[in-house]
C-alpha cells in the first residue's frame, strides 16, 4: 500500500508541475505576444512617420522644381534687358533724326534721308517687338509715378490735374515690367 500511495503522490506532483509548467509557458507565450505587439506598433508608427517625412521631401522637391523652372522662365524673359535698355538711345537717335528732317524744307536728298531712317526705325522696332519691347503710349494718361517721371509741370484748365500733356522721352517696357520710365510734362 505504501507503494501506490507513493505513485499517486508523484501522479499528483507532477499534474502540479505540468500545471505550473503550462501557467508558465502561457505566461511566458502572453509576454511574446505582448513584445511582438508592442513591436508590432512601433514599426506602424515608424512606418507612417516615414511615410510623412517621404511625402514632406517630395513636396518640397516638387517647389523647389518649380521654383527652379519659374527663375528660368524669368531669366530667359528679362535677359536682353539691359542690352536693349542700351538700345533705347538708338531708337531715340533714330527718331530724332525724323523729326530734324521735317523741319528742313522739301529737299529731294533730305526726303530720301528721312525714308532711310524711317524704314531703319521701323525695323528696330519689328525688332523690339520680337523680343517683347514695346513704347508705352501715354499722351493723355494720368501721371502714374511707376511709370512715368515729371519733368516740368505746366498750368492747363482744360485737362485734369497730373494730366500728360508732353513726352520729352519715350518710356518702354519689356514683357509687361518697365524698361525705362518716361519723361513727360503734365497739367497742375
Known sequence: MNKNKKQQ?????EDVLDNSTEEIVKENLQEEVQKDDDELELLRLENQKLKEDFLRAFADAENVKKRCAQEIEKNNKYAIADFAKNLLSVADNLHRAIEAVDNEAGNDSCDALKKGVELTEAELMKVFA???ISKMEIMGQVFDPNFH???????????PAGTIIAELQTGYMINGRILREAMVVVTK
Open 130 to 132: 520680337k523680343f517683347g
Open 9 to 13: 503522490n508523484e501522479i499528483e506532483n
Open 149 to 159: 517721371q515729371v519733368i516740368q509741370e505746366v498750368e492747363d484748365a482744360t485737362k
